[in-house]
Structure formats: C-alpha cells, structure tokens
C-alpha cells in the first residue's frame, strides 16, 4: 500500500517537475536550446510503465501546460497527445532498443511534436519561426540518455529505501 | 523476440478503441484551440485558475532570482565598484540634462497652456519588476510582478529606461502578462526622428530587431535614424524612442523600402520597467458634448412644424429680434450642438 503510494507521488512528482522545468527561463542566449521537458518526462513514462500513462493524462497534462503558458489552450494537448499515442503503440519494440535507439527515436518524436507544433501556429496566423526552432528536438535526444538513466536509477533507489 | 505479450501492450497489433480515443482527443483539443482563438476566453480561464498559476509562476522565477542574486553576492569588488562608478556617473548627467531641460520644459508647459493643449510631459509611471519566466520559445512575451489589484489593465504601456518595451496583453490578479514590440504579432506606430516620417515597426521573426516593410521608395531613410512613437493608434503616447534603424534596403517586389531596426529598449536585459498609468488619447470620435444651454423643457417641440421655417429669418444678424422668437431661437441652437 505504502509502496504505491510513494510510487503514485513520484510518478506525479516528475510531472509537475516538467512543468516547473518548461517554465524556468534558461540565460538568453541559451534559450533555443530548451528541450521539451514535459514531453521527455511523459516518453520516460511511456516506455517505463505504459499502463499509467494514458491519452487523457497526456491530454490533462497539456492542457495544464497550456494554462502556465498562456498562449493557446490545447496546443500542447494535442501535441502530447499525438506523442503519447505514437509512443504507447510502439512502447513493447522501444524498451528493447539500444540505448542509441531509443535517442534516435525519441528524436523522432520531438521532430514530429516541432512539426505539429509549426502547423498549429501557421493555421493560427503566425509567421514561419528561425532556424533555431530546429535545435530543441535534437538537444532533447541528446538529453534522452541522461533523463532515462537518471530517473530510472531514483525509481531504483526509491524502491530500495521503501522495501 | 515476444517475451511476454499480453493484451496491454502489443507488439504489432494495432488497437482500434486506442486509435478511437485519439480522434475524440485530437478532436477536443481542436475544439478548445478553435474556439479560445476565436473567443479569447483563455484569458477569462486563466483569471480563474490564477489561483493556482500565480503561485507557480512565483516559484518557477525563484531559480533565475536565485541566480541574479548570487551574481550579485559573487561578483568581484572591482566590477560592483566600477558599476556603481558607471551608475553614478549616470545620474550625473541624467541630473545635468533633467536640469537643462527644466526650464525648457517650464517653458514649454506655458506655451501649451497659451495653445489650450491637454498634453503634458509629466509622467504618470508604476514600477514593476520582472518575473523570470520562460512562456514558451519564440514567444516575446515577459511576466510582470503586479497586477489587477494594483490597477493594471490590458494595453498600459511598458517601458524602460531607455524606451519602449511593449504592451501588456493579459492580467491577472497579483501578475501581468506583457507583449513585447519585438513579437510577431506586435506592431506599433512610429515616426522617425530626423525626417517626421510616419510608419509602423513591425516585430520580427527572428525576435531581437523590428521590421518597418513599408516606408515609400522615395523616402528619406537611412541607417542610424532615431525612431518615436507617433502616438497614432491611441495605444502609444507619442515621443518615445522605440529604436534606431540598422539597414535600409528595397522590397523583392521594388515598391516599399524595407528597414530593420534595433529596439531601443534592453528588451533582455532589463529587471525593472514601468508601466505607464495614463494611456494616449482614445482614438476613435469624441465623446458627446455634455448638454448645454438652457433646460430642454423651454426648447420647442420638435413636432410642432410652423415655428421652424420662420427660423432663418429671426437668426439672421440684420433681423431685428422680435423678443418672443429670439428666445425659442437660442434654445433651439442650444440644444443642437
């Protein structure tokens, strides 16, 4: 009992954890490189145990995203969304993939959110971003290793301290 | 290669509730998106739930406060020295200036008041302080520390030391939302100092310069004018600097001149801005002229038609005014403004 909970609170810790860290502003000149984080979180989960994560909490999640933002409610619902149900249905070939992989893939995703995201905002009127747009995908699969090992080795150690 | 397969996670097999649940997904957050870009009513969703964002935004600005605050208590001697030097030597010759122009503004202020103007170079300012937080990339959007309860409302006037920053766009109680003049979507009207030309600055793509795409082939622009607000549009208040042109160069199409321009304001940099409390004159007609003259019971009735064409002749200055007529005459002017 004790057990899931704390497991229940780390799993949501995480994701308010990627909404704090979408939110803080990195130095200027730094700032095209902010990867994604709600979206690595929410893969990170995916791949880990697929049956917590469903589309209403990729939904949920976004649409929480969109308040912090205060752009457009829904953009990022959908776009997490989209991710999450890509990810679920590939999930059982993704876990056994290589470290390497799994980063190529999860660039993938994040390209294919970068696109969505271009289309949102181009059918919403906005003009085409810079060339840096492009950056963020590629640093959140560089990125990707480290999340992965880390919060899988806090998941370890969690379950360690509470056995 | 399939180890344990059960029915939650299949290898290959594709899920049709799965993919159902998708579209009505993707279907409402379509629906969401369409209508808050059609309605707005985000900023109504987000007033409510202010609650809870506000006191995010506070924590997720702690880090880059944290940080400012630990550049300070790191920072060598020297470099604070030299700073508060720089500072002061600042306020010196902002004084000096100010002084200067005390007695041209004096002056001024006379002068106006002989002209009956209503503009005035007094300033009615709120300072606010930034909090660091990152609303998505390429969004030039920046979050302020005050808000509806200390009287801030959409389109108040952002500034700077050095000049205009934006605009703010969204209030909620306790913080702000500002757009910046270097956004997209953001445009304001603007003359240029040396030749009085008026356009608009557009902001960028790129985020860090204003584009002016329309400025005639034959005029007088060149790298290095000053650009102020023209006060055109009755958001900006005129006379502020907005930027300073970088390059000037034709349109592909030939029939504009196209510049860019450096904003004047530390859009980056800046932690303390302004808020500027009284904003320009409305555009737009003017308001009614309250009534004057005598009360309308002593006017005429509109309906009664035989006492209207004889009104020419009893206005005209060479009648001689027939003491009954000239009355309804005067209440009748009176009441049309």
Known sequence: MNKVRVRQLWFAATLLMSLFLMLIPLPGPLTPFKPYWPALILLYWCL??????????????????????????????????????????????????????????????????????LLIRVFGGDPLPPVEYWISPLVGAALWPFVFLILDDLRARLRIHEA | MALNRDDKSPLFAPGVAGTLRLIVYLALACVLMVLDHRGGWLGNVRYGLSLVVEPIYRIAGLPSQGFQAATVA??????????????????????????RMASVAEQNQRLKELLDTQHSLSLNVQLARLIGVDLGSFRHRIVLNVGARDKVQAGQVVIDARGVMGQIVDVMPTTSVAMLITDPNHAIPVTIERTGLRTVAYGSRAGDALTLPNIPVSADVQAGDKLVTSGLGGRFPPGFPVGEIRDVAQTPSGTFLSAQAKPAADLDRSEDVLLLHDLAEPAGPLPLAPDVGPPANLAPDPNAPPVTPTLPSVTSPTATPLPARSSTAASSTGTTP
């Open chain 1, 48 to 117: 880990q145990s697929g049956d917590r994560v469903t589309l209403g909490l990729a939904f949920c999640l976004g649409v929480a995203a969109d308040l912090f933002d205060g752009i457009l409610l829904g953009e990022q619902a959908l776009r997490l969304t989209a991710m999450v149900f890509i990810a679920l249905r590939f999930r059982s070939r993704l876990r056994f993939f290589p470290m390497w992989q799994q980063s190529l893939a999860v660039l993938a995703f994040l390209l294919n959110d970068r696109i969505l995201l």
């Open chain 2, 74 to 99: 790191f920072a060598d001697r020297q470099r604070l020295t030299e700073q508060n030097q720089r500072l002061r030597e600042d306020l010196l010759l902002a004084n000096a200036k100010l002084n």
